[in-house]
């Protein structure tokens, strides 16, 4: 089963831009995963937000949830090449797995 | 430093064959996990284990096997019954309350198998 659905499937960039990724689910869910994988390589987790929070910081990273929407969105800010990667969004149904989207690929332009 | 190993970076397995894949964490995780990835594609769940001794199919099980009778270890064989296993696979650890406490899952760096 895919919870989660990410859109854009790819997105290219200016170095300095901006780059937001959306992530939309099915069903009801206990909290939201955001993870990094480079090329070739394992996840790497970056942030987790809860079903009753709407807005998380980290560093350049924010992530919104609208659990009426089912819907979340991580913005990086100020892009650089070293952010180029795929990014997946992961769901918690409370089962004690959690399920991946098919991620976007994020191409940082020089 | 702590972290999950995944070996062999590559294998090749010959139509036929079994093949096992090993994962190891030092992380003192009580879950472990075992995804595929295919090109393109998201993470789909092969077989997870919340404890040692018992673990549960996820949703493409037909075709692997695991074990895990150390809390260390979760080894995946892939089959001669998996008719298309050329993949990526990775594994996967989570302390228990991770979530909860705002933690995620850590990853191993992968294995590439390929069918020849």
């Known amino acids: 089963s895919q919870q989660g659905e990410e859109d854009p499937q790819a997105l290219s960039i200016q170095e300095g831009e901006n780059a937001t990724m959306n992530c939309s689910y099915k069903t009801s869910i206990n909290n939201l995963q955001w993870y990094r994988q480079n090329s070739g390589r394992g996840l790497v987790h970056l942030i987790l937000?809860?079903?009753?929070?709407r807005e998380k910081h980290s560093g350049r990273l924010r992530v919104t949830l609208d659990t009426s929407k089912k819907s979340s969105s991580l913005l990086i800010t100020a892009s650089r090449a070293a952010d180029t990667a795929s990014y997946f969004c992961?769901?918690?149904?409370?089962?004690?797995?959690?399920?991946f989207g098919k991620g976007t690929r994020l191409h940082i332009l020089p | 430093d702590g972290g999950i190993t995944q070996s062999p970076k590559y294998l090749f397995r010959k139509e036929g064959q079994n093949v096992t894949l090993s994962c190891e964490q030092n992380?003192?995780?009580?879950?472990m996990y075992w995804y595929r990835q295919d090109p393109g594609q998201g993470l789909r769940l092969i077989y997870y284990?919340?404890?040692?001794?018992?673990?549960q199919k996820g949703d493409i099980a037909e075709g692997y096997s695991v074990s895990r009778e150390k809390k260390e270890s979760f080894p995946l064989t892939v089959t001669s019954a998996q008719k298309n296993p050329t993949a990526f696979y990775l594994c996967a650890s989570k302390k228990s309350g991770a979530l909860r406490g705002g933690d995620g899952y850590t990853f191993g760096s992968g294995t590439r198998l390929t069918v020849v």
């Open positions: 284990s919340q404890i040692v001794n018992d673990f």
């Open positions: 937000i809860r079903s009753n929070e």
């Open positions: 992961a769901t918690d149904e409370g089962d004690d797995k959690i399920i």
């Open positions: 992380l003192n995780h009580d879950a």
